[in-house]
């Protein structure tokens, strides 16, 4: 079955950096984008980042342009973000997505989300 798991959230100062990582599992990797999006306390979830299936285009929300870069290494089924010069408003829980093609059609796959707090 498919698996989604995120690890790699904390606690940083501001300023700071944090790699979150997406292992995936129970389906082709290399066949599917991958989005990272973010849950805010008392906010709707937003996307934040998409790459393409073989990595060659992604795409940012302004907030997080120049200072996140989504990555995927699709010989270890696993994408990756990295969070650089992180602010305060950067506090989230992180999550990993995909739509699917199943026998059943397209089907959307959350990970279980890793919070990263920003703060001094």
């Known amino acids: 079955h498919v698996q989604l798991v995120e690890s790699g959230g904390g606690l940083v100062q501001p300023g700071g950096s944090l790699r979150l990582s997406c292992a995936a599992s129970g389906f082709i990797f290399s066949s599917d984008a991958m989005r990272w999006y973010r849950q805010a306390p008392g906010k709707e979830r937003d996307l934040v980042a998409t790459i393409s299936s073989a990595g060659g285009r992604t795409n940012y929300t302004d907030s997080v342009k120049g200072r996140f870069i989504i990555s995927r290494d699709n010989a270890k089924n696993t994408v990756y973000l990295q969070m650089n010069n992180l602010k305060p408003e950067d506090t989230a829980v992180y999550y990993c997505?995909?739509?699917?093609?199943?026998?059943?059609?397209?089907?959307?796959?959350w990970g279980q989300g890793t919070q990263v707090t920003v703060s001094s």
């Open positions: 997505y995909a739509q699917i093609l199943t026998t059943t059609g397209w089907n959307p796959y």
